[in-house]
């Protein structure tokens, strides 16, 4: 079973840049789809990107398409979040997750703890 730990997440100025990790451990041979989702307070867990086993194929959120892009290294379950030109509504805890289908739905099966991102205006 893999695990997954998030890093990089703090308070930034609108408009700055941050960079999302998410660290896989444990059952690393196999790999998954993986995607980034995130949750501000008082409001539910909504989807931000996914990515492909292969990288091949990346899907965003209206809200960040343009600003953000994901990545891999090949079939690595590591995965980056590049987020540029941030805005306050992109303040939310963000969740890394590892699933088997390509999807914007939360229909992954292993998440990790969350990073939290605060931009002030």
């Known amino acids: 079973q893999v695990q997954l730990v998030e890093s990089g997440g703090g308070l930034v100025q609108a408009g700055d840049s941050l960079r999302l990790s998410c660290a896989a451990s444990?059952?690393?041979?196999?790999?998954?789809?993986m995607g980034w989702f995130r949750q501000a307070p008082g409001k539910e867990r909504e989807f931000v990107a996914a990515i492909t086993r292969s990288g091949g194929s990346t899907v965003y959120a209206d809200s960040v398409k343009g600003r953000f892009a994901i990545s891999r290294a090949g079939t690595s379950n590591s995965v980056t979040l590049q987020m540029n030109k941030l805005k306050p509504e992109d303040t939310a805890v963000y969740y890394c997750?590892?699933?088997?289908?390509?999807?914007?739905?939360?229909?992954?099966?292993?998440w990790g703890q969350g990073t939290q991102v605060t931009v002030s205006s």
């Open positions: 444990g059952h690393t041979s196999s790999s998954y789809v």
């Open positions: 997750a590892a699933g088997e289908l390509f999807t914007i739905e939360p229909a992954y099966h292993t």
